[in-house]
């Protein structure tokens, strides 16, 4: 389905093109924490570190961390999700995206789950 | 968990069960953000069976009852209703309650889930010396409440209760869906609504009905998140986070339900030094002037000095902002007075607005 994609245990993805990556959280993720209302964005140029906390993303009865999933520089943030949060629950692959950064070293792909993978993870954590 | 008398609707109807307070509830059916909507535009339908319900019944129930708590209990008439505290001798919180009057010796006091036992202990200890019997109903009791502004369309074809001549804080007895039920035009949203008693063991039959006869105006099962978020645009209390025992009636910014005259009651001498002394603290409504959202126990820092944490604060559905309530030194109270709430790192600027956040539209 998304051959491209990458997951971690959090709930996050990552799309590779080139030598960058755009992240979001999952439909997993979205459902958990219900409505969006509000999410905090990084700043452009800020370096992050793999599993360093990208920003939070607030429901209205939750708070939750979203995290890297590897290390590099964050190149561009979705602006639209300041006003429209809930574009992450509508659409959490591909309008819903977060950040996209520019990866440090390709290798930290290697620590990540393939879609398979993840759904696999997925049907171990519903048991 | 314990679990209402609708447990099994609300699973049918897919909510997304939480627990609170040892009562397995609904925290959200559609959504949080849906379900608060459609309260405030259409009606929403609640399971409100986890409440606590004490009677107390006999000669000196009412003298009991007017000691227990700060508001005039005299002056209800059977069937009338008001809201009420039961009051520490420091004239801080047990609960906040209603009080309904059922007849000259029977008084229901509906009193938080959370608090059910405690207040029931409470209430059966200072009844000694009373003529009275106190008895903790709650079990027996579910209670479905009915909220919005299509409430009234919807529930007068169900029962032959007058629900037009039915005014605010009063109630009535007679059949819903052909069950037997005690009905108040009360609630706990800020909108038109009734609340719906009934000792049938089965409730489910009611909500199924309203649900049927509601289905032409879209209403939607409500769960405890949007009771949340709708009670707080509302700037109704919620005891824990508003209101505790360390917070007296008249900093909780509630002097409307405390009447001095009606004689003496639990707390009175400290209400009055606190009034004629002033207040040292008091509740406030706030928004947010930069970006977040409040949460409760977030500190609270008046000119860069730690004061309080926020005692109620989320994402307001309806008005699109966050809000919250806290309690700020008295000085600081004043409308457009601006302060801090820390969130996460970050130091966030909030003013102080006026409260309720939310006000009914009044019918033209």
Redo the contacts between chains.
Sequence with gaps: MFPDYYYTKDHEWIKVEGGQGLVGITDFAQKQL??L??I?LPAVGTRLAVHQKIG?I????A?SDVYCPVAGEVVAVNKDL?SAPELVNQDPHGKGWIIRIKLANKSDLGGLMSVAEYEKYLAGLEH | MKQTRLNALHKKLGAKMIEFFGWEMPLEFEGIIDEHVAVRTRVGLFDVGHMGEINVAGRDALALVQHLTPNDAGRLAPNQVQYTALTTPRGTFVDDMLVYCLGPEHYFLVVNASNTDKDFAWVRDQAKGFDVKVENASDAWSQLALQGPRAQEILQPLTPIKLAELKTFWAARGPVAGVDCLVSRTGYTGEDGFEIYTLSTRPDTIAEAILAQGRAFDILPIGLGARDTLRLEAKLPLYGNDIDDTTTVLEADLKWIVKFKKGDFLGKDVLEKQLAEGLKRKIIGFDLIDKGIARPHYPVFVKGRQVSQVASGTFAPFLKKAIGTAYLPIEATEIGTEFEIGIREKRVKARVIPMPFYRRPDKA
């Excluded at chain 1, 607030?58 to 009865?61: P, T």
Aim: no cysteine.
């Design positions: 219900g409505d209302v509000f905090e939070t607030e429901s209205v009865k708070v300041e």
